[in-house]
Each structure stands twice: as structure tokens, then as C-alpha cells.
């Protein structure tokens, strides 16, 4: 799977848009780009994923520039409750199984 | 929906142990994977099992080892027990496996004095 990279913390204020970036310039054609959280204490959450389309869900927006090898992950308007660390990992979209690799993520620090 | 339900929360260990970690998939759910947590080397994939036979593995030694029964539970274990395998050890299970979300549990922090 291609390597992201991500910076390692941001902060945003409560109620404005975050907007974590990621690079994957190694990206093959057939990989997917997922985002998951982790919450302190629990255990990582799926957020989206998409291949090259931009994808929307009740939780967050993703963009994928037209060249794949970035993306963004869009909360449109962050909570509290969003302050997590916040992994951008690229895989295989085929029945490779289940084995993902995570790098540092982003922590996020959503303030009042 | 019960979600990824993880047995026990907490345990505490002392070296040369082993032990043995419980995870519950989600009901339907065939796909269980394990991950390892520490501060030092974040999120690392163990192995993964699908109706019972293990897919992937990560790179641990052979003290690392799983299984997962037909009812697609899993247990994982870890025997000779080292001060560097205190860690948080994370459940996920996923319907088939192919580019599936995957749902973790809240995991079994694991402690090795």
C-alpha cells in the first residue's frame, strides 16, 4: 500500500470547517483512500473513503485532487467532539483482506 | 446492532506469562482483524482471520498468535510475555474483507510488569 503523509497536529475552532490534508504521491490506481479516527480511548472509527470521485457521508467530505495524489478530508462544521487523532490510509481496493497501515495521523484539537 | 465487543478491558501481567484476548465480531460480520497500539510504534496490524483461516499476517514474532472459531469469534494470544508487548491490543471485524469499512472494538489494554 502507498505511503501518506500527514501533519501531525492542527487545530480548528468549534463550529468552522477542518480541513485535514494528505498526501499520497505514491498512489496506484487501484488504491483507495480511507480516513478513520480514533477518539481517545476507543478504538479507531471509519469515517469515508473514496477512488477518485470526491465522496460526502453524514460525517465529513472528501476531495481527491485530479491527480490522486492528495486529499482532503472536509468536517464541515467541527464539534468538541471531533477533537481525535485522524488517519489517511491508502489500500488496495480488491480482496486483498483486511490489513491496514496506519501512519501517525493528525490530531486534531477542536477549541471553543 | 451489538457492535466489536472486546474481553477484558484491562488485564495486567507480569513477563513470561501469556494471555489470551477475547473479540466478538459483529453479528454476520465473517472478517476479524487484530492490531497492536503502543505510544512508540502506533497502530500495528497483527493478523487477520476470515471463516477461520488466517489471510494476512503482520510482522510479529511467533509468539503472537490467533484463531477464530466458526461462530467468527476470535481469540488471540500471546505467550512468554515481554515488558514491550504492554500495549493496546484492537479488535475489528468487517462483513467480507474487500474494501469493507472495518469496525473496531475498544480493545484490551494490556499491561506487562
Known amino acids: 500500500d502507498a505511503k501518506t503523509t500527514q501533519p501531525p497536529s492542527m487545530d480548528c475552532a468549534e463550529g468552522r470547517a477542518a480541513n485535514l490534508p494528505c498526501n499520497h504521491s505514491t498512489i496506484s490506481g487501484n488504491e483507495y483512500v480511507y480516513w478513520y479516527r480514533q477518539i481517545h480511548s476507543q478504538g479507531p472509527q471509519y469515517i469515508i473513503h473514496g477512488l477518485k470521485n470526491n465522496e460526502t457521508n453524514e460525517m465529513a467530505s472528501l476531495i481527491i485532487t485530479e491527480d490522486r495524489k492528495s486529499s482532503t478530508l472536509i468536517l464541515p462544521h467541527a464539534t468538541l467532539r471531533d477533537t481525535a487523532v485522524y488517519y489517511c490510509?491508502?489500500?488496495?481496493?480488491?480482496?486483498?483482506?483486511?490489513?491496514?497501515?496506519f501512519g501517525g495521523g493528525t490530531r486534531l484539537m477542536v477549541k471553543p | 446492532k451489538a457492535g466489536v465487543t472486546q474481553t477484558p478491558r484491562y488485564l495486567i501481567k507480569t513477563r513470561g506469562q501469556q494471555v489470551t484476548l477475547s473479540c466478538s465480531p459483529i453479528s454476520g460480520h465473517r472478517s476479524v482483524s487484530w492490531y497492536q497500539q503502543t505510544p512508540g510504534q502506533g497502530l500495528q496490524f497483527l493478523f487477520e482471520?476470515?471463516?477461520?483461516?488466517?489471510?494476512n499476517k503482520g510482522n510479529f514474532p511467533g509468539r503472537f498468535s490467533g484463531r477464530q472459531f466458526s461462530n467468527s469469534r476470535s481469540e488471540m494470544n500471546v505467550s512468554t510475555l515481554e515488558l514491550g508487548d504492554s500495549a493496546l491490543y484492537l479488535c475489528?471485524?468487517?462483513?467480507?474483507?474487500?474494501?469493507?469499512?472495518?469496525?473496531f472494538g475498544s480493545g484490551t489494554q494490556l499491561s506487562v510488569l
Open positions: 482471520y476470515f471463516s477461520e483461516t488466517q489471510r
Open positions: 490510509i491508502v489500500r488496495v481496493g480488491n480482496n486483498a483482506g483486511n490489513m491496514l497501515t
Open positions: 475489528a471485524s468487517s462483513s467480507e474483507g474487500h474494501h469493507e469499512k472495518l469496525f
